[in-house]
Every structure is written in C-alpha cells, then in structure tokens.
C-alpha cells in the first residue's frame, strides 16, 4: 500500500515544533476551493470561468493561491490581477511551501514513490 512501510520524515519534530512560529500571521477567512490546481479551473468557449471538484472550507486564501502554484500553475496574468487586486502579505512565498507540503504528504499517502523525496525536501526548505 503506497504510503507504508515504515517510511520516516527525519525532520518532522523539528518541523513540528517550528510551525506555529512560521504561521504567525492573520489571515482574514476566507471561502477556499480546497483543491485549486490547473486540472480544476477552465474557461468556457463564452470566456466564462469555471471551477471543477470543490473542497470547499473556511481558510487561509493563501492555500489556493499556492496549490495553484503546486502542480503546473496558472497563467502569469493570473498572478498579476491576484495581486492587483488583493495583495498577498509579506512572508508568502514562505507560507506557500508550508501549505503545499500538505499535499504533498497526501499524494505520497496515496500514490508513494517520489512524493518523499519531494517531502523531505519541502520540509529542509521550510525550516531553512
């Protein structure tokens, strides 16, 4: 079963002791799609968007911004009107990592093979 095996994260204590000090900002709730990545947002032949398979919760606006980012991205003008219209606060790019490993270490649960790798990485990155 993919996700077995005894597999261990060496510097999961680590990261655990050190997250609430990374996660020290305030973000404003905010309704989230929970799953926003390429394969889930398209635009119709009209121009009109579209947004597939919600997860939908009350969270951190940044946990889509970052999955957007995770697997592909989005287009840069996506990035841009984003931040036009609703700039991101300071330490983002750090929180991004924090929010993708999640992901991260439940596509491994699911699928194993390179997501440890990917994991182990992501982790010396956040505590870098």
Do not use: C
């Not at 709730?29 to 919760?57: C, E, I, K, Q, R």
């Not at 991101?88 to 929010?99: A, N």
């Not at 194993?112 to 505590?127: D, K, P, T």
């Amino acid at each position: 079963m993919p996700g077995d095996g005894g597999v261990q994260f060496p510097q999961s204590e680590a990261l655990l002791t050190a997250l609430p000090n990374l996660l020290h900002h305030q973000p404003h709730p905010s309704l989230v799609h929970g799953d926003l990545w390429s394969g889930n947002a398209a635009v119709t032949v009209t121009g009109v968007p579209v947004m597939f398979d919600p997860a939908t919760y009350w969270g951190d606006r940044e946990v889509d911004l970052a999955m957007t980012e995770l697997f592909g991205g989005f287009p840069p003008d996506f990035y841009r009107g984003y931040q036009a219209v609703f700039p991101l606060e300071t330490g983002y790019q750090h929180r991004k990592v924090i929010y993708n490993l999640y992901h991260i270490l439940n596509h491994f649960n699911l699928f194993g093979g390179s997501y440890e790798a990917q994991a182990n990485r992501m982790i010396a990155q956040i505590l870098s």
